[in-house]
C-alpha cells in the first residue's frame, strides 16, 4: 500500500449504531487529520494529531472520538450519530512543518439513516 | 482569520479550451502557503502544487499552470486544452497556523469543472 489508505469506502449506519472509520499513512509522516466534507461546505477541519497527540479539536460534537495509537494510524469513533453527519471523511497526512503539503485519503462515504 | 476565496462556484468548457480558475486569499502573515488541489469524482482530494509567499514566478506543468500575484493576493490556475479528465473540483487552500503552534489548510469553497466533448 502507498500515501494515506481509508476504510471503509463507504458506509451507511443508523442513529444508534457505533462504528469505527480507519486511516493509515505509508509516507513517514508525523501528522495526521480528519477532515469532514458536507454537499455545498468547504472541507471542515476536525482534529489534528501531532506525533500521536490531539493538537486540535475544532469544537467537534463528542458523538466523533477520534484516537491516534501510533503516527502511522489514525481512527474516528461513531456513536449516536445525526442525519446531519452524513458526508464525506476525509483523512490526510503531512510532515509537520509549517506549510507542508498534506496528502489525502480517498475518503469515507458516511450515511447517517 | 485567513480566509479563502474561489468565487466560481461551476466552469463548464468544451473540451480543448482554455479555463482559469480564480483563488484570492487573505492572510496577515507574512511567510505562508498557497495550494491547489483536484478533487475527481472518486472523492480523493489530488495535490497539484505548493507554493511559498516569497516565491511569486509563475509555474508551468504541462498543460497546467500557476499565476501567483502577491500585490492582489491571487493565485490563479490556468489549464490549457483542456480535456474530458479535467473534469473535477479544484481547491484553493491557505496554509494556517492554529492557536496550537501547529499549521494546517484553510479551503475555499471549491470550483466545479465540467469538460465537455
Known amino acids: 500500500e502507498t500515501g494515506v489508505t481509508q476504510t471503509p469506502r463507504h458506509l451507511v449506519m443508523g442513529m444508534t449504531n457505533k462504528k469505527s472509520l480507519k486511516c493509515e499513512q505509508h509516507?513517514?509522516?508525523?501528522?495526521m487529520y480528519w477532515y469532514k466534507q458536507s454537499a455545498k461546505k468547504p472541507l471542515e477541519l476536525m482534529f489534528v494529531?501531532?506525533?500521536?497527540?490531539?493538537?486540535e479539536n475544532n469544537s467537534v460534537p463528542s458523538r466523533f472520538s477520534p484516537e491516534c495509537p501510533n503516527s502511522s494510524h489514525l481512527f474516528l469513533h461513531l456513536h449516536t450519530l445525526q442525519p446531519e453527519d452524513s458526508a464525506l471523511y476525509l483523512c490526510?497526512?503531512?510532515?509537520?512543518?509549517?506549510?507542508?503539503?498534506?496528502?489525502f485519503g480517498p475518503g469515507t462515504r458516511l450515511t447517517v439513516l | 482569520a485567513q480566509k479563502v476565496t474561489q468565487a466560481q462556484t461551476e466552469i463548464s468548457v468544451v473540451e480543448k479550451e482554455d479555463v482559469t480558475l480564480d483563488c484570492v486569499y487573505e492572510t496577515r502573515d507574512t511567510t505562508y502557503y498557497l495550494f491547489w488541489y483536484k478533487q475527481p469524482p472518486s472523492g480523493e482530494l489530488v495535490f497539484l502544487i505548493r507554493?511559498?509567499?516569497?516565491?511569486?514566478q509563475n509555474e508551468i506543468s504541462g498543460r497546467y499552470s500557476w499565476n501567483f500575484q502577491k500585490s492582489t493576493s491571487s493565485f490563479n490556475f490556468t489549464i490549457t486544452a483542456s480535456q474530458v479528465v479535467d473534469s473535477a473540483v479544484y481547491f484553493c487552500?491557505?496554509?494556517?497556523?492554529?492557536?496550537?503552534?501547529?499549521?494546517?489548510?484553510?479551503f475555499g469553497k471549491g470550483t466545479m469543472l465540467l469538460v465537455s466533448p
Open positions: 494529531y501531532n506525533f500521536k497527540e490531539q493538537t
Open positions: 507554493r511559498n509567499s516569497f516565491d511569486e
Open positions: 490526510a497526512s503531512s510532515q509537520e512543518q509549517r506549510g507542508n503539503t498534506q496528502y
Open positions: 509516507l513517514g509522516h508525523n501528522a
Open positions: 487552500a491557505l496554509s494556517e497556523v492554529l492557536y496550537s503552534g501547529y499549521s494546517t489548510l484553510t
